[in-house]
């Protein structure tokens, strides 16, 4: 599975300052739970997969590197990985929670099974409900969701949060180039009810290939070539 900018984005610009113990729900190949392991030194991953190949790279991927003793990768479904848990043991709580869920709906799907699985949207893919419930029952006081997702799909996904008992705190909008549209949302939410902030994220500063300063420090612990 290839690495995506989006995936990439999501892996550096969420705000793990004060994680302790962090689920990357829908982990592909391990690359967001990598991303946070690497940026915060002390954090607990715990990584969800439900493709079994891309979970057993994950795991493999994870086991190679530096932080192994600090990541943990489950082959499993939300729902499957919900039955594990008891809400009457705090330490299973998390303080944050990222995900990059499927939204692709009207476009044709890829001939990778795996790919289809991590951006279509199918009778079996995790749906914002799903994950919005979870983060209530799951998140710690004062936890945070944070996901990846274009402006529409986020409109949808701010009203489900809402109807669980989720606000939207921050956001980020990406644009690929000046006067361009906004093409994605890195969204966090929380219990608490503050006032959004929103920032904004120009990937190219014009019509070549070139990144701008503030993609490139972004990026810069992740790009080998930045």
């Known amino acids: 599975m290839k690495v995506s900018t989006d995936a990439c984005l999501l892996g550096a610009a969420a705000n793990l300052a004060s994680a302790t113990r962090l689920l990357d729900i829908g982990t592909g190949t391990g690359l967001l739970a990598l991303m946070a392991a690497q940026r915060h030194p002390t954090v607990e991953i715990v990584a969800i997969e439900i493709d079994k190949a891309a979970a057993a790279q994950a795991a493999a991927n994870a086991a190679a ?6 990541l943990a990768v489950h082959a499993c479904s939300l729902a499957e990985y919900t039955a594990r848990l008891s809400l009457a043991d705090a330490d299973l709580r ?8 499927p939204f692709f709906k009207e476009s044709m799907p890829s001939a990778d099974a795996a790919r289809n699985t991590a951006r279509h949207v199918s ?16 998140l710690a006081p004062g936890g945070r969701l944070t996901v990846l997702l ?3 799909e986020m409109v949808r996904f701010a009203q489900a949060a809402l109807a669980a008992g989720l606000a939207r705190t921050s956001c980020l909008l990406v644009r690929h180039r000046p006067g361009g549209r906004v093409t ?9 009810n503050v006032a959004l902030q929103e920032r904004e994220l120009l ?4 019509t070549g290939p070139e990144y701008t300063e503030a993609f490139r420090a972004l990026l810069a612990g992740f790009y080998l070539a930045f």
């Open 150 to 152: 274009p402006p529409p």
């Open 123 to 138: 009778p079996e893919s995790l749906s914002f409900e799903e994950l919005t419930e979870f983060s209530v029952r799951f």
């Open 203 to 206: 990937i190219h500063p014009g």
């Open 65 to 70: 590197s530096t932080w192994a003793s600090r």
């Open 94 to 101: 998390f303080s944050h929670i990222i995900c990059n869920p």
């Open 184 to 192: 994605r949302h890195i969204s966090e939410y929380g219990r608490d």
